[in-house]
């Protein structure tokens, strides 16, 4: 499946095309990404990946995709799911809120927020589901949601969606 977004290292900024792109077809400035639904095939995918016009890069530590959710892997008691972000828009205004739904059971999964390409700056730990990510000082930058999930009383936690919600504009 090609892509339709113009990509890096194009004889132009990819990031404005992609922007004017994502804000036209869009008709709004406020833009949801709904992981896994946006990637090429609907389907969580580890690695670097395009979904819609955001780089999404999936990195697993002890977890594992299983029936499209990300669970921990068999004989583990705490693993990690990286979602290392780039919104790949010129317009980009900033970050407005993160949601996620899990699986309930009596574990738990923790977000914590950073940035730079390997999450380097840490902003935020442990975010509520739905937090207010605007008045933090994050730009047109790599921003990495890190999910910690933990099993209690033997039941493994399992994270089934995750939206991220940013605003674009002129």
């Not at 404005?16 to 992981?35: D, H, Q, R, V």
């Amino acid at each position: 499946m090609s892509n339709p977004f113009i990509k890096g290292g194009d004889d132009f900024y990819a990031e404005a095309y992609n922007g004017a792109i994502a804000l036209f077809t869009m008709g709004k400035p406020e833009i949801t990404s709904e992981l896994p639904d946006d990637y090429a095939e609907g389907v969580f995918l580890t690695g670097a990946n395009k979904c819609l016009f955001m780089l999404v890069n999936l990195i697993l530590s002890n977890t594992e995709i299983y029936e499209n959710k990300i669970r921990l892997q068999t004989g583990q008691t705490s693993g990690t799911a990286i979602f290392r972000v780039y919104p790949n828009i010129e317009p980009f205004k900033n970050w407005l809120e993160v949601l996620w739904t899990e699986t309930k059971t009596t574990g738990t999964i923790v977000c914590d927020l950073s940035k730079g390409t390997s999450g380097e700056t840490p902003l935020k730990s442990n975010i509520a589901n739905g937090e207010d990510l605007s008045l933090l000082d994050i730009g047109l930058e790599y921003v990495e949601f890190k999910f910690t999930l933990t099993e209690v009383s033997g039941n493994r936690p399992t994270l089934d969606s995750l939206d991220l919600k940013f605003k674009g504009g002129i």
